[in-house]
């Protein structure tokens, strides 16, 4: 036997979810984790070593360290509680992983509550030669997770990872690299980056848009003649995990769909924060390959891209898990993106904050973000867009969401934890994270309809600020709009087209949008942008034709 693997992989989870934090973290962790074995050991009719073994075996390579540490410390404690009980939450209070106010939650019914005995392999371990490790509330304190968080801390800062000529564009695809900006053409030149403003790329792609050479009757660029003056715009989006497309593959934690290419790509997961940038509603450029759920991207680049072939890999995903107005989140975040104001290409940006100043694990109205301060910092963000983004740029500021739709869509569905004993809903899950207190939305991802509506209510308010910010700023620069969430409507069109609303919305969370979501909310987005506001839409390059006849793929991705 080499490891718990379960618990590693919900505990890689809560690394990245930065509403957990503290020890009800590692409470969900491992109550999870311990259901979600329990689970594929019944279903597949073995015993609990034997599951063990079969998940460890699934792992990849990189967390072999780990793995072994894990299974050093919970192998002969987990043994001696499974003979007394299998009802998960017990587990881990036995295991002093959920203590204090913790052990009053419950996500598991009472009828988990039996010996397990004929699950184990009649391997015996004594009780009183049994130590239980004391497990810190940062796990990434805990001596086994170091390393993996070594990898996750890589990226605070929401910089490439790996930059060698330091101009913010990587050639690697993970740490916010290519996923997150375009794919860097040159990483020895700090010159040589998606988004450089109108050039002639005789020899050298220096936009990295897979543009260049002479046209051998002209003697003009390419570059020249098919780009510039055409109105090339990259495509922006400053905002929250909505927009980086937070998103946990249900396959990862459902006990019938765990089998030996499951955990294939978890490295690069880990790696892009759980965030799916490249296949998100405004930056998704190609499907990833890292999840069965295949499906076609739609997004704002996309659009861009078609109206304008000049645009090829000119697109910053500069959204964080976790972001709100705040100067010290989004405030921060905007000055990560990449632009110089006088000789870069302009940009299109979506500013998408939609739920953090409202959406947080407290269980007050106080801890909300008020209109004033709203006003406040959604003015400085403004601001500094308008006085640094190269002109003629356009920002278009998206309101919060309604998010009363995710209890109403996902209540009383099962969820992917429990898709074999279907004796887990979402409103469980749901009340189960408010009372460890570690909801990322305790307001709308609550039974309560009053919460709910109170939440919503302060939502409306802050969007109706922001569209109010907006009217009485003058913009010399930039173009700058405001749009409401386009959730709701995307919710409604999509009811017409025959679907089901919890399609839309990510399976393990219930708080996200899928990918099917965000390749319809990126539809709705096109649309109303080309029906609502034409004039800061720019205009098909009459040369597409021209560049795909000549360059084809332009180098892809």
């Known amino acids: 036997m080499k490891l718990w693997s379960s618990i590693i992989l919900a505990l890689l989870l809560s690394l990245n979810l930065k509403f957990c934090t503290g020890s009800g973290a590692n409470c969900i962790g491992c109550t999870m984790a311990v259901g979600m074995l329990l689970e594929f050991v019944e279903f597949n009719n073995i015993t609990v070593e034997q599951g063990l073994e079969a998940l460890c075996s699934y792992l990849p390579a990189e967390y072999g360290y780990t793995c072994k540490r894990l299974v050093d410390i919970f192998e002969a404690p987990l043994i001696i509680i499974l003979e007394k009980t299998s009802h998960p939450d017990l587990v881990c209070r036995s295991l002093a992983i959920c203590k204090g106010d913790e052990t009053k939650c419950v996500l598991y019914p009472s009828s988990r509550d039996v010996p397990w005995r004929h699950r184990t392999s009649g391997r015996r371990f004594h009780a009183g030669q049994v130590k239980l490790p004391i497990i810190p509330d940062d796990i990434c304190d805990f001596e086994p997770f170091k390393e993996i968080c070594k990898i996750i801390r890589q990226v605070e800062d929401h910089y490439p990872a790996q930059d060698i000529d330091g101009d913010r564009f990587s050639i690697i695809q993970t740490l916010r690299g290519s996923s997150w900006r375009g794919k860097d053409c040159d990483d020895l030149n700090k010159n040589h980056y998606p988004g450089r403003g109108d050039g002639k790329d005789l020899i050298i792609d220096t936009n990295c848009n897979g543009i260049l050479g002479t046209d051998p009757d002209t003697g003009r660029g390419y570059e020249e003649m098919w780009c510039n003056g055409t109105q090339a715009m990259g495509s922006v989006i400053l905002?929250?995990?909505?927009?980086?497309?937070?998103?946990?593959?249900?396959?990862?934690?459902?006990?019938?769909?765990?089998?030996?290419?499951?955990?294939?790509?978890?490295?690069?997961?880990?790696?892009?924060?759980?965030?799916?940038?490249?296949?998100?509603?405004?930056?998704?450029?190609?499907?990833?390959?890292?999840?069965?759920?295949?499906?076609?991207?739609?997004?704002?680049?996309?659009?861009?891209?078609?109206?304008?072939?000049?645009n090829h890999r000119d697109y910053h995903n500069i959204a964080v898990n976790g972001a709100w107005s705040s100067p010290n989140s989004i405030g921060k975040i905007a000055r990560t993106l990449t632009r110089n104001a006088t000789t870069d290409k302009p940009v299109f940006v979506m500013l998408a904050l939609l739920g953090n100043d409202v959406c947080n694990r407290h269980h007050t109205m106080d801890t909300m973000t008020t209109v004033a301060k709203y006003t406040q910092n959604m003015k400085e963000v403004l601001d500094y867009l308008e006085d640094n983004l190269p002109e003629n740029s356009v920002v278009v500021s998206v309101g919060l969401a309604d998010g009363r739709v995710l209890f109403d869509n996902m209540h009383d569905r099962i969820h992917p934890i429990a898709d074999f004993s279907k004796d887990v809903n979402y409103k469980q899950f749901y009340n189960y994270l408010n009372c460890l207190e570690i909801s990322p939305c305790f307001g709308w991802l609550n039974e309560n309809a009053t919460w709910r509506n109170m939440t919503t209510e302060r939502a409306m308010n802050l969007s109706q600020a922001l569209e109010a910010v907006i009217k009485a700023k003058t913009f010399k620069r930039i173009k700058s709009v405001y749009m409401d969430s386009p959730i709701a409507e995307m919710l409604i069109d999509w009811v017409k087209q025959g679907g089901k609303g919890w399609q839309l919305i990510e399976p393990v969370d219930g708080f996200h949008t899928s990918k099917m979501g965000q390749a319809q909310t990126a539809k709705i987005i096109n649309e109303l942008l080309e029906k609502n506001f034409p004039d800061i839409m720019p205009p098909v390059n009459p040369h597409n034709e021209d560049i795909v006849n000549k360059f084809g793929t332009q180098n892809e991705y």
Request: glycine share 8%; charged share 20%.
């Open 239 to 310: 905002g929250d995990s909505v927009g980086a497309h937070f998103h946990i593959p249900p396959q990862l934690l459902n006990p019938t769909l765990i089998g030996p290419t499951t955990y294939k790509y978890l490295p690069e997961m880990v790696e892009n924060e759980f965030d799916w940038p490249m296949e998100s509603a405004a930056t998704g450029y190609m499907d990833s390959g890292w999840d069965p759920d295949n499906g076609n991207v739609v997004s704002l680049y996309k659009q861009l891209l078609n109206k304008n072939r000049c």
